[in-house]
């Protein structure tokens, strides 16, 4: 199986692609799509999310994406790019037919460390263990796309 985990944002998208065959889950890929640049209108940034997406599934056929739900923020502006950001990552799963799971980042952290609580470094570095990664990825967007792959992988039984 074949997870696809998102951490959405307008300016970066962290994401991570695992496999499990039988009891052995491996990093196939982890990186983050960036939209960064003075010039750039929102559409355009939006495009960019959408083709990485579209492109990240073609090459790996996720048989899941896993995706970072978006809490309540205080901040309505950013809140509502990501929202943005969400609308086209669950479109592009939709093109392909690639059924989605979201996850709180206390899911997430509960999955990964055992503890809801648990502080971004801890879950980082469970991350870099779990996967057996040289280093904790960079930015911290890769590692909870890793993070939300993973938090699937131990949610979901699936034959």
């Known amino acids: 199986m074949i997870v696809l985990g998102i951490d959405p944002g307008l300016a970066t998208v962290g994401y991570g692609i695992l496999e499990r065959s039988g009891p052995v889950t491996k990093a196939l890929a982890y990186d983050c799509i960036r939209t960064t640049g003075r010039d750039k209108e929102t559409p355009e940034r939006l495009e960019e ?66 503890s809801g609580k648990a502080d971004k470094r801890q879950v980082q570095e469970m991350i870099r263990r779990l996967l057996d990664l040289p280093a904790i990825p960079k930015p911290d967007d890769v590692a909870d796309g890793l993070s939300v792959a993973l938090c699937h992988l131990h949610v979901l039984r699936e034959p």
């Open 49 to 114: 999310i959408f083709l990485g997406i579209d492109a990240l599934i073609n090459t790996y056929r996720p048989s899941w994406m896993a995706v970072e739900k978006l809490f309540f923020s205080r901040n309505v502006t950013s809140a509502m790019a990501v929202s943005e950001v969400r609308g086209v990552i669950l479109l592009a799963a939709r093109k392909h037919r690639v059924p989605v799971r979201e996850y709180t980042p206390s899911q997430v952290k509960l999955a990964i460390t055992g």
